[in-house]
């Protein structure tokens, strides 16, 4: 079993920056392929970007390649998201989620846990 807790969203100006964190349970974290999503209103759930368990492996989504970026920290139980130069569509609901085996996925589905997520909103 394995809890997700998202931080660092928040409301920034269209060209800022955030940082998102998303803080695993338990002791075998390292053994979770981890996800990005998220979600805007009235839209579905979209992949963002992907880790595998090792962190070697690494995919981000065309929308935001160039200003996302995926990393972990297996030490701290802990994947981040980085996203610079931020656009007014960049806002939404994003969502981290865990996959039990080594290659993250971009579809949603074949995730195992997820997140409560954390809004951002980009402001133009």
């Known amino acids: 079993q394995v809890q997700l807790v998202e931080s660092g969203g928040g409301l920034v100006q269209a060209g800022g920056s955030l940082r998102l964190s998303c803080a695993a349970s338990?002791?075998?974290?390292?053994?979770?392929?981890m996800g990005w999503f998220r979600q805007a209103p009235g839209k579905e759930r979209e992949f963002v970007a992907g880790?595998?368990?090792?962190?070697?492996?690494?995919d981000i989504a065309d929308s935001v390649k160039g200003r996302f970026t995926i990393s972990r920290n297996n030490a701290k139980n802990t994947v981040y998201l980085e996203m610079n130069s931020l656009k007014p569509e960049d806002t939404a609901v994003y969502y981290c989620?865990?996959?039990?085996?080594?290659?993250?996925?971009?579809?949603?589905?074949?995730?195992?846990?997820w997140g409560q997520g954390t809004q951002v909103t980009v402001s133009s």
């Open positions: 880790i595998s368990f090792s962190g070697v492996s690494r």
């Open positions: 989620a865990a996959r039990s085996t080594y290659l993250h996925s971009s579809n949603s589905n074949k995730y195992d846990y």
């Open positions: 338990g002791r075998t974290f390292s053994s979770y392929a």
